[in-house]
T-cell receptor, first 118, second 111 residues
Framework: GAGVSQSPRYKVAKRGQDVALRCDPISGHVSLFWYQQALGQGPEFLTYFQNEAQLDKSGLPSDRFFAERPEGSVSTLKIQRTQQEDSAVYLC????????????????FGSGTQLSVL | ELKVEQNPLFLSMQEGKNYTIYCNYSTTSDRLYWYRQDPGKSLESLFVLLSNGAVKQEGRLMASLDTKARLSTLHITAAVHDLSATYFCAVEETSGSRLTFGEGTQLTVNP
């Protein structure tokens, strides 16, 4: 498919477990974002990559959250020692544009990974 | 810190009626986006508003932006059931990367 693909679609973790969430952006897209969407809320920014460079990680809620995009395409969001408050849908979005251009004008979101921490 | 507020948060309306959703934001920005989200699905881009006075229309939805008032509206004309969804506005920060979203307006259109 031509869209942003995220896996797994659902993830159930026991408190304290580490999880890894994957995002396959649209081929050729330079910019990649991670957003966290709690139940009944709007998405909240976590981090932004331009190619392999993580240009903004100011939205990551704690040092248990780590994101990477080593080859400038696939990205992984890792959460260590998960807590119940980490339960949310994690959305990935990609864009052909980059900072300084209108990158949000053509921003495509994936369907998200729903993480439940028990 | 940029804050984005939508109202109402919940809207139940009858088919054929008109209504407006409001989106207020707290700091200067001239780029605002509207998205639709169906349950369990991702965000679908509806409108991109890039300047003061911008107005965009698609079908029964019309969006406008007043950057001086820091206000955007999403107007629904003659609602139909298919419009039932959650609608988010999002404001782009001056850095030009991250979006700050409102809480969303959950719209239910009843027959």
């Amino acid at each position: 498919g031509a869209g942003v693909s995220q896996s797994p679609r659902y993830k159930v973790a026991k408190r304290g477990q580490d999880v890894a969430l994957r995002c396959d952006p649209i081929s050729g897209h330079v910019s990649l974002f991670w957003y966290q969407q709690a139940l009944g809320q709007g998405p909240e920014f976590l981090t932004y990559f331009q190619n392999e460079a993580q240009l903004d990680k100011s939205g990551l809620p704690s040092d248990r959250f780590f994101a990477e995009r080593p080859e400038g395409s696939v990205s992984t969001l890792k959460i260590q020692r998960t807590q119940q408050e980490d339960s949310a849908v994690y959305l990935c979005a990609s864009s052909l544009g980059k900072t300084g251009t209108r990158l949000n004008e053509k921003l495509f979101f994936g369907s998200g990974t729903q993480l439940s921490v028990l | 810190e940029l804050k984005v507020e939508q109202n109402p948060l919940f809207l139940s309306m009858q088919e054929g009626k008109n209504y407006t959703i409001y989106c207020n934001y707290s700091t200067t920005s001239d780029r605002l986006y509207w998205y639709r989200q169906d349950p369990g699905k991702s965000l679908e881009s509806l409108f991109v508003l890039l300047s003061n006075g911008a107005v965009k229309q698609e079908g029964r939805l019309m969006a406008s932006l007043d950057t001086k008032a820091r206000l955007s509206t999403l107007h629904i004309t003659a609602a139909v059931h298919d419009l039932s969804a959650t609608y988010f506005c999002a404001v782009e920060e001056t850095s030009g990367s991250r979006l700050t979203f409102g809480e969303g307006t959950q719209l239910t259109v009843n027959p």
